[in-house]
């Protein structure tokens, strides 16, 4: 079982930069794959970016390539999403979700087997 809890989010306008953590519960944090997801007002839940369990592997959603960067600190079970540059339409509620497989950096929600509650980030224009 593992235990995810985002901070981090906040009002901001649009060109500024963010940092989101998630934390996790559990010593096998080092073993899982994680990924950030974000779902917007009357939106599906879309994939943001994702890191292999290692960090040598992640993958990025193209709206936020070369702006957005995923991370993770396995010592302090903590994956980050640091977040530059933003847009009005990176407005969302943004999830952090674990995968039990630790080489995966999967773009599909339907995989994952842990989920947060969520951070809200606001960008006004």
């Known amino acids: 079982q593992v235990q995810l809890l985002e901070s981090g989010g906040g009002f901001l306008q649009a060109g500024g930069s963010l940092r989101l953590s998630c934390a996790a519960s559990?010593?096998?944090?080092?073993?899982?794959?994680m990924g950030w997801f974000r779902q917007a007002p009357g939106k599906e839940r879309e994939f943001v970016a994702a890191i292999s369990a290692s960090g040598r592997r992640t993958n990025y959603a193209d709206s936020v390539k070369g702006r957005f960067t995923i991370s993770r600190n396995n010592a302090r079970n903590t994956v980050y999403l640091q977040m530059n540059s933003l847009k009005p339409e990176d407005t969302a509620v943004y999830y952090c979700?674990?995968?039990?497989?630790?080489?995966?950096?999967?773009?599909?929600?339907?995989?994952?087997?842990?989920w947060g509650l969520g951070t809200q980030v606001t960008v006004s224009s």
């Open positions: 979700a674990a995968h039990r497989i630790g080489a995966m950096a999967s773009m599909n929600p339907n995989e994952y087997d842990y």
């Open positions: 559990g010593r096998t944090f080092s073993s899982y794959s």
